[in-house]
């Protein structure tokens, strides 16, 4: 008996990796679990490990690389075996190649019922869910022919599939969000299949509301010293930008804050607690909770926009952008406010090194409600950075420079920095923004009022 090595499902973003080292040989003799396999997302580097104990027979798939997620790429079993995997179709649609039957599968866990599934009583068996699910698909749009024709069994997903456009489920679930009609899409995948990018470049050449296609540029002749594909991070990066700015209504807020106590309590905190705790707390630590209890209180600002609605959200996920030598990351923390400094650095401390070594999981780079990105290290006292979507704002913070002001009827030297919210203005009007930025402003100017409360 064989066991398939397959890519796994790398985070819910992923649709294809890239083959980045083999660290066994054709015919090697592996173990369960170990490490036979290095592959690259566009975020980070991960390791396969193998499912199975024998001799290992690797497919057709060389260092460089790119191979769709759940492809069979080895199989291990006897010294005599040969590699044989199905198809790539077969394995990017399951459903197309699974005989229909509404018996659930022993070793699958039933998926989460999706509220939709809920509200008009569909019933299905646990494995039609999951097979639902892994397809993005609504159960309740479908027409159920198990059971007296009140239960959706496999040859209903199948004939569901069958009549829309074939897509991945990444790009059908990216395309609902953001109202894009499949049959519009032109794909570029296996058999001419939609995928995220496909979605993603139709929605990139869509101009925003009011405004007229941008021109295509003739670029003059001229020596080229290098040429960096628009591909990885950086392509993902290019393509993001491009949807933020073509899709929302940009306001930007300026406001300067006196961070004179904000810069002394850092100081203090430095003292008592880098030996304890193994590392000093930072100023980005500081402003993630400011934001967090601030986003508490003015929840709209915690929100994103539906195809027909605000919805304000109950988690606050903060991600905070890192500079790393593939690009610009931007880890994410769950729930930051209902952490403790402490608890925030460590997790924060721990994803930046895992951004930065190129290994950090998908799952900890998407979820996010809010953003902050902060240049003052780099000397950048004031900027404009694109929200993250589909956040609804990003806050900016500039460099903390010491300077003459006004303070208590008298020049002083005081520790200033400049703060600038960009929201969309169709979530958020003017006055709410300021106030909510208002708010972060007086939490740096008096630091100790919410540090103890």
């Known amino acids: 008996m064989t066991t398939e090595v397959y890519i796994p499902q790398l985070g819910q973003t992923v649709e294809d990796v890239v083959i980045v080292d083999w660290l066994v040989k054709d015919g090697d003799k592996v173990e369960q679990g170990q490490e036979i396999l290095e592959v690259e997302t566009d975020k980070a580097v991960f390791p396969i490990e193998a499912m199975g104990k024998g001799t290992i027979h690797i497919g057709p798939y060389a260092v460089g690389d790119t191979v769709p997620v759940l492809e069979v790429v080895a199989i291990i079993g006897k010294q005599d075996d040969v590699f044989a995997a199905a198809a790539p179709e077969a394995k990017e649609e399951p459903v197309e190649a699974v005989e229909s039957t509404d018996e659930p599968v022993a070793a699958a866990s039933p998926a989460p019922e999706r509220a939709s599934d809920a509200d008009s009583r569909v019933f299905a068996s646990p494995r039609v869910r999951k097979m639902a699910d892994q397809n993005d ?212 401390r721990s994803l930046v090194e895992q951004a930065r070594s190129g290994r950090i999981s998908p799952d900890h780079l998407s979820g996010g409600t809010f953003t902050i990105t902060n240049l003052g290290m780099y000397d950048v006292t004031a900027f404009t950075p694109v929200i993250n979507l589909p956040e609804a704002a990003i806050l900016g913070v500039g460099a903390i420079v010491r300077r003459p002001v006004e303070y208590r009827g008298e020049i002083a030297l005081r520790h200033m920095t400049e703060l600038s919210l960009v929201f969309d203005h169709r979530l958020v009007d003017g006055a709410p923004a300021a106030r909510f930025l208002q708010r972060i402003k007086n939490m740096i100017e008096e630091p100790y009022i919410w540090l103890v409360g």
């Open 137 to 348: 698909l609504d159960l309740g749009a479908m027409t159920p022919t198990g059971y007296g024709g009140v239960r959706i069994v496999e040859r209903d997903v199948a004939a569901y599939l069958e009549s829309a456009p074939k897509a991945t489920p990444v790009a059908r679930k990216l395309a609902s969000v953001e109202q894009v009609d499949l049959q519009q899409v032109t794909g570029t995948g296996a058999a001419g299949k939609i995928t995220k990018g496909d979605v993603e470049r139709t929605l990139a050449d869509q101009p925003a509301a009011g405004t007229t296609p941008a021109p295509v540029v003739d670029l003059p002749d001229m020596p080229v010293t290098e040429r960096v594909p628009l591909t990885g991070i950086r392509g993902t990066i290019s393509r993001r930008m491009a949807m933020s700015t073509q899709t929302t209504s940009r306001v930007t807020l300026f406001m300067e804050a006196d961070a004179t106590e904000f810069v002394a309590m850092r100081t203090r905190l430095k003292e008592r607690v880098a030996k304890e705790w193994g590392f000093a707390p930072g100023y980005n630590d500081l402003l993630a909770l400011i934001a967090a209890r601030a986003l508490r209180e003015f929840p709209y600002m915690n929100a994103r926009l539906a195809a027909d609605a605000i919805e304000l959200l109950e988690p606050i996920n903060i991600g905070l952008a890192v500079d790393t030598e593939r690009g610009l990351i931007v880890p994410v923390i769950n729930n930051v406010d209902q952490k403790s400094l402490r608890e925030f650095g460590e997790e924060f």
